[in-house]
């Protein structure tokens, strides 16, 4: 039980840690020790040591569980360099151009979900509730 129980703080405290990455990074370049220019240009140092960590906090060495971790991780530590761009855009008096980007977003969903719809109405497939989610009829 004991084993249990401390497998199951260490992989909460480790979580709840990485799910601080966002903040953390905000406060970097809200405080000038980092910029959004700098964390991207060392990105791939920093995803070496997101996936260190996920190895770490991973409770079983296999890669399915380690890419479980990190690839989440590797989510919020962009998401936190794009916190940080829109505070240096604000800093500057400039504006993020929202009108272009969720175009752009819109218009990715809608290719998605017509092929989705294809693959649904013209080849037979049928969504599922588990992994792959689109599954060919018989």
């Known amino acids: ?24 990074i905000f406060f970097l370049t809200l405080l000038h020790l980092a910029s959004p220019r700098f964390l991207i240009n060392h990105s791939r140092y920093a995803i070496l040591g997101i ?5 770490i906090v991973t409770p079983t060495p296999d890669v399915f569980n380690l890419m479980l ?21 604000h800093r500057e008096n400039r504006k993020f151009p929202w009108r ?5 977003t819109g218009l990715s969903l809608l290719v998605l979900a017509a092929i989705v719809y294809l693959l649904i109405a013209r080849y037979h497939y ?7 989610f689109l599954t060919r009829g018989m």
Not at 51 to 55: K, L, N, S
Not at 69 to 89: D, E, K, Q, R, T
Not at 126 to 132: M, S
């Open 69 to 89: 971790f990190a690839v989440p991780m590797c989510a919020l530590f962009y998401l936190g360099i794009f916190a940080g761009y829109i505070l240096v855009l």
């Open 1 to 24: 039980m004991t084993e249990y129980f401390d497998l199951f703080v260490n992989v909460m405290l480790g979580i709840g840690l990485i799910f601080e990455m966002p903040v953390l």
């Open 51 to 55: 996936v260190i960590i996920a190895a």
């Open 100 to 104: 272009p980007v969720l175009k752009w």
């Open 126 to 132: 049928h969504l599922v509730r588990h992994w792959p």
